[in-house]
Each structure stands twice: as C-alpha cells, then as structure tokens.
C-alpha cells in the first residue's frame, strides 16, 4: 500500500513541473540548454499570434443609398359573414382608394360560383386619377374604367354568324344531355372517343 501511495505521489510531481525541452546534442550544459528552451517557447508564443484582417468594403464610395418613402393606411374594413359573402375596403396615404364585395350564386345542382365585385381608383405619374370597375364571376373577369382601350364595335355581319355558332354549341350540349340520360352507355363511348380525339388519336368511324 505505502508503494502504490509514493508511485502516485512521484508521478503527480512529475505532471506539476514546468516541461523542458532536453538537448540531445552532446557537450551542452545546463544553462546551454535552458537557453535553448526558452527561445523555444517564445517562438512557439508568437507562432500562435496571428492579428485579425480587418473586412473590406466593397462599396463604392459614390453610390447613394436608396431610400423610400413609408405610404401610411388611413383606413381599413373588412366584414366576414358566416355565409362566405364579405366587404372590405381600405384607403391609403397617397391616394389610393380601394373596395369589394364576394358572395356565393347558385350556379346548378350542387355548384356554387364565387362572385366578387369591387373598384379601386389611384393616381397615374401623370396626374390622371384611374377609376377601375370589376366583376368577376362564373363568366370570367370583367373590368370597366375610361383608361382602358376598347376594341373597335364588332359588324353586324360578324356578330350575327357568332350568334349562330354559339347556339350550335348550345345546341350539340343539350342533345348530349338528353342523350346521356336516354343511353349512358352511349355516352359514356362518346366521351371516349372524345377524349381520343383531344389526345390525337383518332378512332375509326
């Protein structure tokens, strides 16, 4: 027991003292040595050191920094009902005026059809002040507003064979109704050979 307790005692007397390097080189003596230990150490320390690079900047000096102007809202509305129809509007700061109101249309059986309606009106660069009106429904987006080009009247002519085509595709519709409720299964190859044809590969009549 009294070995294992000066082993241990040797060896922790050895960890505390300062390390030294020892000379190999014959014919050095002691102070020789500690000279050589010390230069080492003071080339290890400043090996260490290392100054920190100081970050460039790579902007130009002439360039000026844009900024913006905050626009503040005067004004903000909005009403949510329980049936899915609402009313918002909002007005801000460099003369923006906006509004708009949705509700759900019974378009069918089961189908309903969002329908929104609103306008809002700004200020051009040139000092013009737009006024835009829009409805948007299960016919599409329609707008309204003086600054809006509009195309030259459609002739007679042109609008009467328009008419006529569109009450053809009426027309085909309302057979094809009929006749998928006559003869499902005759429709239903309609359908296919229909959708052969979109895909470009055409059946055999």
């Keep these: ?3 294992l ?18 000379s190999l080189r014959p014919g050095l003596n002691e102070q020789q040595t500690n000279e050589e230990n010390y230069e080492y150490k003071t080339e290890y320390v ?21 900024t913006s102007t905050v626009i503040p809202i005067i004004s903000f509305d909005k009403e949510q009902e329980s049936d899915g129809s609402y009313k918002t509007s909002y ?12 509700y759900f249309k019974a378009i069918g059986e089961d189908k309903d059809a969002l329908v929104q309606q609103g306008s809002y009106s700004y200020t051009a660069p040139d000092g013009q002040v737009i006024n835009v009106e829009y409805t948007a ?15 030259p009247p459609v002739s007679p002519e042109i609008q009467k064979g328009l008419d006529l085509i569109y009450a053809g595709i009426q027309a085909n519709k309302e057979r094809a109704e009929i006749e998928a409720r006559n003869n499902p299964e005759a429709a239903k190859q309609q359908e296919e050979k229909a959708a052969l044809d979109y895909k470009g590969l055409y059946y055999e009549q």
Excluded: C, W
Excluded at 46 to 65: A, G, H, N, W
């Design 1 to 3: 027991m009294k070995i």
């Design 5 to 22: 307790v000066t082993l241990s005692a040797v060896l922790a007397l050895t960890f505390a003292l300062p390390q030294r390097r020892v």
């Design 46 to 66: 400043q090996s260490e050191y290392r100054p920190l690079k100081p970050i460039e900047d790579f902007r130009s000096k002439d360039q000026d920094l844009e």
């Design 91 to 102: 007005e801000t700061g460099n003369h923006i005026y906006a509004e708009e109101q949705g």
């Design 137 to 151: 429904d299960e016919l599409g987006f329609r707008v309204k507003g003086d600054h809006i080009p509009t195309p």
